[in-house]
């Protein structure tokens, strides 16, 4: 019992949390930012995040390359969101990888997720991926290119499978009086 107690206070005080508001890298206080204390965020200089975001725990954010994260996104948990990739050039290059300036292969391109886009657990951004507004990306989807406002992809490489606005409008049709916030972030660039 006392083992017990003592384990869900050391939870409790090293575990993993929520951290509000984010500082810009130009200095704006972003108060409605969410990133969890267990993600990892490279290069947070080169991220370019907009207000009411949330990143879960477990993530990587890795903004070497350069990352804009729009309004409203929700990064869940356990993905990789990259700018930047040395899958090829470690395998071409062997040994002489490590200290290359410009190793043959290596990947660094920006990406970027639109405003209230939703990335599901699991799943991995590559880099120089641009994802559209109010996207969902399925659980466990590999994301490698573009992908149009509104879809709704799944798979390994992700697919298009359906579009959010089928969803939304029958949500709507039974909900009439909330479709002026929607509207409001839809007819806004």
């Known amino acids: 019992m006392l083992r017990a107690r003592l384990l869900s206070l050391w939870r409790a005080l090293v575990g993993p949390r929520m ?4 500082r810009a890298p130009g200095g704006t206080w972003l108060a409605h930012t ?5 993600t990892r965020v490279e290069s947070p200089e080169r991220l370019d995040i907009a207000d009411h975001v949330y990143i879960g725990p477990f993530n990587l954010i890795d903004a070497s390359g350069g ?3 729009g309004e409203g996104v929700q990064i869940t948990s356990h ?3 990259l700018t930047h990739s040395s899958h090829q050039a470690i395998r071409l290059a062997g040994r002489s990888y490590w ?5 043959p292969g290596y990947v660094r391109r920006p990406t ?4 209230y886009t939703f990335i599901g657990a699991h799943s991995v951004v590559m880099p120089g991926s641009r994802i559209g507004r109010g996207v969902i990306v399925r659980a466990y989807s590999y994301v490698d290119g573009d992908v149009p406002d509104h879809a709704i992809v799944s798979g390994q490489p992700a697919v298009v499978v359906g579009d959010t606005r089928e969803a939304d409008e029958a949500w709507f049709a039974a909900h009439p009086g909330q479709r002026a916030d929607h509207d409001a972030w839809m007819h806004r660039r």
């Open 67 to 69: 990352l804009a994260i």
């Open 99 to 103: 200290g290359h300036a410009d190793p």
């Open 34 to 38: 969410r990133i969890s204390s267990a």
């Open 19 to 22: 951290l509000y508001g984010w």
């Open 79 to 81: 993905c990789a969101v």
């Open 112 to 115: 970027s997720i639109g405003d």
